[in-house]
């Protein structure tokens, strides 16, 4: 039997496709939709390139009108602060919401940095809010200084530069990337930071802020002695999943979506779904992961048959590189590279020589082949 | 009844349209997805707008509006 009402928690990706799909496959029901933020749901992956650079002011998933049109009931500036699973009810900073089903959409949070925290022009990037402060920041001439070169960090420098900015990037590893991309891709694209005029610091490890008249912000202090000038910093090492309504660290579900909780699911950033294919809980950040979770708990609330996993996919475009990433980046023990600075393919294999993932520079016609093949290699696995 | 419309400057060649409706999509010689047909009515041609991850599929109306 189907519910009568779902209540939908945050209104990004996941749970906004969610809610998308409910409709789409013929749900009767009400759907609710609340999202922490004031803005309807957004393409959060545009706020640290179009956005950021104002190239681009809508970025919308959907046009307006569309939520109304599928009674898709917003409710935006809506916190829920705390959930009771027994009674089905969401206690928000609106009153209380009943539900005869419940999907936890909630999203991450950027990680914080303790010798940071709650300095004055420290800045983080998550929300639309927080890119429309940083982009007031990014003037010709000012100094941003970036903790974290992932993929925030980088794609954050590389607007930055384009804007004029002076860009420090401060980097724990010995190259950005290092762990997923491994050092060689790491290596490449350090080099194209640098040349880029982007003071790179690899093995840095950030100690605190050093101020001067009126806590403005003078320079990033490192650990080793060493301080870079800087105006304002940002801090970009990554995002933990904001789990807090179940009590716990992240949310496991099943591969339909479905939590330890009867009609509890979860989907997007929040959520650890099982994989069959590698046997484990994966969670992931990746806008591919929340699109097709988001739609695979709409399916499993109508008891319709389940979405197929999708193949991990992440891209990123930084310094003029469409980086396209299709694959599990961990796990993967040799990597055989291919192609000139401009225009590169990374193959990454297990310890079996079964190929694991595939990275891609400025090589888009290749992503079908890519997605086909590493598709096929884990069939035959 | 859409008309579909990508947009070349924001597809990347991932493919998950050609998954979700290979009867309506390809990938071209370039690496940019291209539409077998101007208009479509199957199913299908939702899940593959919805798949993919540059947004670059609409599904536009007869008056050219964003449909679904």
Redesign the interface.
Same mark, same amino acid.
């Given at each position: 039997m189907t519910p009568d009402r779902v209540l939908i928690v945050g209104a990004g990706l996941a749970g906004s !496709?969610c809610a998308? $799909?409910l409709r @789409?496959e013929g749900f009767e029901g009400e759907v609710v939709l609340a999202g922490e933020e004031e803005h309807p749901p957004y393409?959060r992956p545009a706020l640290s390139k179009e956005l950021l650079a104002g190239r681009r002011e809508d970025i919308d998933? +959907?046009?307006a009108g #569309?939520w109304s049109k599928r009674e898709i009931e917003l409710r935006l500036g809506t916190r829920v602060q705390r959930i009771d699973v027994r009674r089905r009810l969401a206690f928000t900073s609106a009153g209380q919401i009943r539900w005869d089903a419940l999907v936890l959409a909630t999203g991450a949070r950027p990680r914080r940095l303790p010798t940071l925290e709650g300095r004055p022009s420290v800045h983080a990037l998550r929300s639309r809010t927080d890119a429309e402060i940083l982009r007031e920041i990014l003037r010709p001439g000012r100094r941003l200084a970036i903790v974290g070169a992932g993929f925030v960090g980088a794609e954050v420098a590389s607007t930055a530069r384009q804007l004029g900015v002076e860009v420090s990037l401060f980097e724990a590893g010995e190259t950005p990337f290092s762990a997923v991309l491994g050092p060689e891709v790491g290596g490449l694209l350090a080099d194209r930071y640098r040349s880029a005029g982007v003071d790179l610091h690899v093995h840095a490890r950030v100690d605190g802020l050093r101020t001067g008249p009126q806590q403005r912000p003078r320079a990033v202090a490192l650990a080793c002695g060493n301080e870079v000038p800087c105006d304002a910093a940002l801090v970009a090492v990554g995002a933990e999943p904001a789990a807090e309504l179940l009590g716990g660290a992240t949310v496991e579900t099943n591969v339909c979506g479905l939590t330890a909780w009867p009609k509890v699911y979860a989907c997007g950033d929040v959520a650890a779904v099982w994989r069959p294919s590698v046997a484990r809980h994966v969670r992931t950040e990746h &806008?591919?992961s929340a699109? $097709?979770q988001g @739609?695979a708990v709409a399916r499993a609330i109508l008891g319709h048959s389940a979405t197929a996993e999708a193949m991990p996919?992440f &891209?990123s475009d930084q310094f003029g590189l469409?980086l =396209?990433h299709v694959g599990y980046g961990s796990g993967w023990a040799r990597v055989a590279l291919e192609g000139t600075p401009e225009s590169f393919s990374a193959r990454y294999y297990a310890r079996d020589g079964r190929l694991v993932a595939v990275l891609l520079a400025n090589r =888009?016609?290749? @992503? @079908?082949a890519v +997605? !086909?093949e590493l598709t096929e290699c884990r069939r035959a696995a | 009844m859409f008309r579909i419309a990508i947009d070349r400057s924001l597809c990347?060649? #991932?493919?998950?349209c $050609?998954d979700a409706a290979p009867q309506l999509f390809r990938?071209g %010689? %370039?690496?940019?997805a291209v539409a077998l047909f101007e208009k479509s009515d199957v199913p299908a041609v939702?899940e593959a707008a +919805?798949?993919c991850?540059m947004?670059a599929i609409a599904l536009l109306d007869e008056q050219g509006?964003?449909a679904a």
């Open positions: !496709r998308e $799909v @789409a393409e998933l +959907r046009p #569309f &806008w591919t699109a $097709v @739609a996919y &891209w469409r =396209q =888009q016609h290749e @992503a @079908a +997605r !086909r | 990347s060649g #991932f493919g998950s $050609v990938i %010689d %370039d690496g940019i939702l +919805r798949s991850p947004g509006q964003e």
